[in-house]
């Protein structure tokens, strides 16, 4: 069974800096997906990011970037010039890619909270 | 517009009580969950259904009764719930019921007293 460690129940960082939540997995599976998800006050899970593990490259989403350690089994978010909008829960996933993978496994969240 | 809509946003019932939690999806998704977001706790997958089948029942127990009339409507029936059932509901629809990213709905959360 797959399981996913957030080791940060809480950050906070300054407007504009950068801040860089982690995750890391463990899983048999050679090949599957991660995530990362951000639910705001409004309760709306929202996906941010998406790696697949057979990727070398980092994903990268304008601000939003990943460091995807596959031997480390790590998965970590950076944020980059961070806004206010960014305070919201942060939830990393794994997908297993076989036929027929349907569960996504989360971990317990970061709580990321922006100081103006 | 989230293309996922859940009704309704807040609920409370009693112990005795019969209630039915709505998930609608404008997507055009094949692929329908049922999730609990407790406190604490890592999202929990509680049902699946693809193309209107059910194919994941996580083991919940029968006083939720989960219901797919067609790909785009989803319901969660509920039935004699005991306090630790209180939790938000999470609705998610993806374009097929593998290797998709989820699409979330706003949840209800759920109090039962």
Known sequence: AQT????????SVQEAETVTLSCTYDTSENNYYLFWYKQPPSRQMILVIRQEAYKQQNA?????????????????????????????????????????????TFGKGTKLSVIP | E??????????????????????????GHNAMYWYKQSAKKPLELMFVYSLEERVEN???????SPECPNSSHLFLHLHTLQPEDSALYLCASSPSSYNSPLHFGNGTRLTVT
């Open chain 2, 2 to 27: 989230t293309g996922v809509t859940q009704t309704p946003r807040h609920l409370v019932m009693g112990m005795t009580n019969k209630k039915s939690l709505k998930c609608e999806q404008h997507l």
């Open chain 2, 58 to 64: 996580n083991s919940v127990p029968s006083r939720f």
């Open chain 1, 4 to 11: 996913v460690t957030q080791s940060q129940p809480e950050m």
């Open chain 1, 60 to 104: 990268t989403e304008n601000r939003f970037s990943v460091n995807f350690q596959k031997a480390a089994k790590s998965f970590s978010l950076k944020i980059s010039d961070s806004q206010l909008g960014d305070t919201a829960m942060y939830f990393c996933a794994f997908l297993d890619s076989g036929a027929g993978s349907y569960q996504l």
